[in-house]
């Protein structure tokens, strides 16, 4: 069964703080996304990521960066939170380069920064 | 950003009636993808549609593809309890205009 796992449900951050969400994939894909999910607005593509220390930007990078340093495990750094960061984020990821391939999502993380 | 309007944003019917949500684009469309939601949970695939006027069913599921390949639609037929959540499109073109984005989204509530 394909999974992709996120390192915590909720998390609460102060303003300022530098956090850290984790995703790590078993399925072997090539490409690994972060979104975040507000209401009323869908998912917005933050970042993503073709290959090990390979990214690009999405929609919506700005205050946000990434790390991929292994093929399974894709990482969003909030550098300096803020409370217009508090969202739910989600990882996914999906086998190969065409952009129309099926993404396999993690159970998301929500964010609240105080 | 961009975004991709789907209609309505927020839906609720009885138990039994039928419901449909609606993916529209400006741009021509290489392909479109659905995913449902389910309250607390994420997005899982549905189904994705390729060809222009295609038409795939799930059930009581029936996904189409517009001719001209700028809309699509997903229409749910004598809705049930587990019909429950968010629906999503996802567009994508070979320029590159939609890559990796998902519509905004029609919320269904059923009511028992």
């Known amino acids: 069964d394909v999974k992709v796992t996120q390192s915590s449900r909720y998390l609460v951050k102060r303003t300022g703080e530098k956090v850290f969400l984790e995703c790590v994939q078993d399925?072997?894909?090539?490409?690994m996304f972060w979104y975040r999910q507000d209401p009323g607005l869908g998912l917005r593509l933050i970042y993503f990521?073709?290959?090990?220390?390979?990214?690009e930007k999405g929609d919506i990078p700005e205050g946000y960066s990434v790390s991929r340093e292994k093929k399974e495990r894709f990482s969003l750094i909030l550098e300096s939170a803020s409370t217009n960061q508090t969202s739910m984020y989600l990882c996914?990821?999906?086998?190969?380069?065409?952009?129309?391939?099926?993404?396999?999502f993690g159970p998301g993380t929500r964010l609240t920064v105080l | 950003g961009q975004q991709v309007m789907q209609i309505p944003q927020y839906q609720h019917v009885q138990e039994g009636e039928d419901f449909t949500t609606y993916c529209n684009s400006s741009?021509?469309?290489?392909?479109i993808q659905w995913y449902k939601q389910r309250p607390g949970g994420h997005p899982v695939f549905l189904i994705q549609?390729?060809?222009?006027?295609e038409v795939k069913k799930q059930k009581r599921l029936t996904f189409q593809f517009g001719e001209a390949k700028k809309n699509s639609s997903l229409h749910i037929t004598a809705t049930q309890t587990t019909d429950v959540g968010t629906y999503f499109c996802?567009?994508?073109?070979?320029?590159?205009?939609?890559?990796?984005?998902f519509g905004t989204g029609t919320r269904l509530k059923v009511l028992a």
């Open positions: 990521s073709y290959d090990v220390k390979m990214k």
């Open positions: 996802a567009p994508t073109t070979t320029s590159g205009t939609y890559k990796y984005i």
């Open positions: 741009t021509t469309l290489s392909n």
């Open positions: 399925m072997d894909h090539e490409n």
């Open positions: 996914a990821s999906s086998q190969g380069l065409a952009p129309g391939n099926e993404q396999f």
């Open positions: 549609l390729v060809k222009s006027g």
